[in-house]
């Protein structure tokens, strides 16, 4: 989890540039994913293994961050790998109201800073909120989902009260990206 002056510094550095930047996706010595707008070794972290990274590549953060059975090591790889994780993973970071654990939800590609910034602060007021329900819309089995994205549901996420009035939905879409399934906007 990100120390909130981290997340902090994070959030400004989005907020303060006009411009597009490379946001870094880190693995710290307990295993959790950090983002960062600096490179994984000033932050004392080492650098996220990319789909695709060769085994020694992948050895080596395993072995820096703990060991291959070490559940925020499997999260940072592939945080939901199926319907089933991604719902038990949205649920888990708003039982621990954690912003960072649900930013690594989230598929991040070819967003700009002012685009991740809005998502952010999205996310934020959301998990200040109690979750009443996860659930994909429309109801299908996963079996039928597609590998190419043309069929694949929306991932409801309802907080607030439990009421017609004080219940709010958003909806994510989902993307397909390197054997995991992501949230989008």
Not at 141 to 166: C, K, M, Q, Y
């Amino acid at each position: 989890m990100i120390p909130t002056a981290t997340l902090g510094l994070f959030l400004v550095a989005l907020a303060t540039s006009a411009s597009e930047t490379r946001i870094f996706r880190c693995i710290d010595g307990s295993g959790a994913s950090v983002f960062a707008d600096r490179p994984c070794h000033m932050l004392d972290a080492h650098t996220f293994p990319r789909a695709g990274a060769s085994e020694a590549a992948v050895e080596i953060v395993e072995e820096s961050a703990g060991s291959e059975e070490d559940p925020a090591l499997r999260a940072a790889r592939c945080p939901a790998a199926d319907g089933t994780a991604l719902i038990a993973a949205v649920e888990d970071v708003f039982a621990r109201r954690d912003l960072n654990g649900y930013a690594a939800l989230y598929h991040w590609v070819g967003a700009t800073r002012s685009y991740a910034f809005l998502v952010m602060e999205r996310m934020e007021r959301m998990l200040k909120e109690p979750l009443i329900e996860v659930a994909f819309e429309p109801e299908m089995p996963e079996e039928s989902w597609s590998v190419d994205e043309t069929a694949l549901p929306d991932l409801r996420i309802d907080t607030g009260v439990d009421n017609f009035d004080d219940r709010r939905s958003t909806f994510f879409r989902l993307r397909r990206h390197a054997g995991c399934l992501w949230l989008v906007l």
